[in-house]
């Protein structure tokens, strides 16, 4: 039975709690989040109140743990150096989830660092896997309120998602009224963020062409994120979560706080804005409702990346199109406006979407289908003019 929610949440509790439920590019679940906060903030607490019975938090404190609690005791076996793995790791075996929470993580020396960059990316330790659903949450200090510790290094910064975190006056004053809102973890389909990671993966793409420089950018002394290959999959993921949570900006809406926060955390804040102004400006229409014809497009009107974004959203719906009746009719447009932008001398902009409709099975699906219906010549017609008359002529030979 769902708990009765009420009260106030931290700043940085909502964007955790997305983090922990997407799906991770490792095959794991949870996008490993390091959430930073004074003392006093109540990170430890609101991550440790989400343990239920069948959903452990194992709090580790770095400053009094050994880098062999990470990475195995090495022990002499039959001729061989074992590595026996720690207590802790056996506490989510029943479950086969739960949060791995490593507090205090500025507390811990380079070496212990060093041994946990295995077991936050790749949830192992030592040679044991952990099960897939365990989630890792890190919590640390602003390095400038508080003295001594580490700094932490390149590389395990790179491993996280990093979250600012704050209880603010007014929500402490609104909590010691109502109390705190009991914490809920939101529910990700994964099947459907496997399909949904594909329109973030095109933007994404699209922006990386534009700005190539931005794929990776130099660790800084003045934030925690910064861009890498892994941490832009981080973003991909996370904002995947977001668009099927209704917070993501899409045609005609604006993206949520946490969205901002979120790419940020992986990113950088930077690149983070520069990304994010650049959604902003895509001039893009509902791919659904292109397809349908419901929505006209001005091939001329739009810019290079608008129509690498465009048709490679369209290539990707026109495969969730297959088993509708209006298959075939989608598959038409898409033919017209491929060869709208070939007779402008654009071809460039849709070669990679292009290639993907006519070297994978939707053309031959849709020429099965128009077989079917006894509308084979039209769609033949159809194919010949964007693949025949036009640059993209060398694509037939995939039907062959």
């Known amino acids: 039975m769902k708990k009765e929610t009420k009260g106030a949440l931290p700043k940085g509790a909502k964007e955790l709690l997305i983090a922990l439920q997407t799906p991770s590019p490792k095959g794991h679940m949870g996008i490993p989040a390091l959430i930073w906060g004074a003392p006093g903030e109540g990170k430890s607490s609101f991550v440790e109140s989400l343990q239920r019975e069948d959903f452990p938090v194992v709090t580790l404190i770095a400053s009094i743990h050994d880098p062999t609690d990470f990475s195995g005791l090495p022990i002499h076996q039959d001729g061989k150096v074992l590595f026996a793995p ?67 290094s390149p590389p395990l910064r790179n491993r996280f998602v ?38 973030w993966k095109m933007l994404t793409a699209a922006f990386l062409k534009r700005n190539p420089n931005l794929i990776r950018t130099p660790p800084s002394e003045e934030e925690n994120a910064f861009a890498s290959p892994r941490t832009w999959d981080y973003a991909i993921a996370l904002m995947t979560s977001c668009d099927l949570l209704g917070k993501a900006p899409k045609p005609g809406k604006k993206g949520s706080e946490e969205f901002l926060n979120l790419v940020e955390g ?94 994978g099975m939707l053309l031959h699906q849709a020429i099965s289908k128009a077989k079917m219906e006894g509308r084979l010549k039209e769609v033949q017609v159809a194919i010949n003019r964007t693949f025949e008359e036009t640059p993209l002529r060398d694509f037939v030979k995939a039907l062959a």
């Not at 704050?166 to 010691?176: I, P, R, T, V």
């Open 266 to 359: 992986c990113i950088g804040r930077g690149t983070a804005i520069a990304f994010v102004q650049f959604l902003q400006n895509l001039r893009l229409p509902d791919p659904d409702e292109v397809l349908s014809g419901e929505a006209e497009v001005d091939i001329e009107k739009m810019r290079d990346d608008e129509l690498f974004v465009l048709f490679s959203t369209l290539a990707s719906t026109l495969i969730k199109w297959q088993q509708k009746d209006g298959f075939l009719d989608a598959m038409l447009i898409f033919l017209s406006l491929g060869e709208q932008v070939c007779k402008i001398g654009r071809t460039d902009t849709i070669f990679v979407p292009i290639k993907q409709v006519a070297r």
């Open 162 to 199: 990093h979250i600012r975190w704050e209880l603010s006056g007014q929500d402490y004053l609104q909590a010691l009224q109502e109390g705190f809102q009991c914490p809920e973890l939101p529910s990700i389909d994964p099947d459907l963020h496997r399909e949904a990671q594909s329109y």
């Open 86 to 152: 720690p207590e802790w790791t056996f506490a989510f075996d029943k479950s086969g989830q739960g949060i791995l929470f490593l507090d205090e993580l500025t507390t811990a020396p380079p070496t212990v660092q060093a041994a946990l960059l295995r077991v936050i990316l790749e949830r192992k330790v030592g040679f044991r896997d952990l099960p897939k659903g365990v989630r890792v949450v890190a919590a640390a200090n602003p390095p400038d309120i508080v003295t001594g510790g580490w700094e932490l």
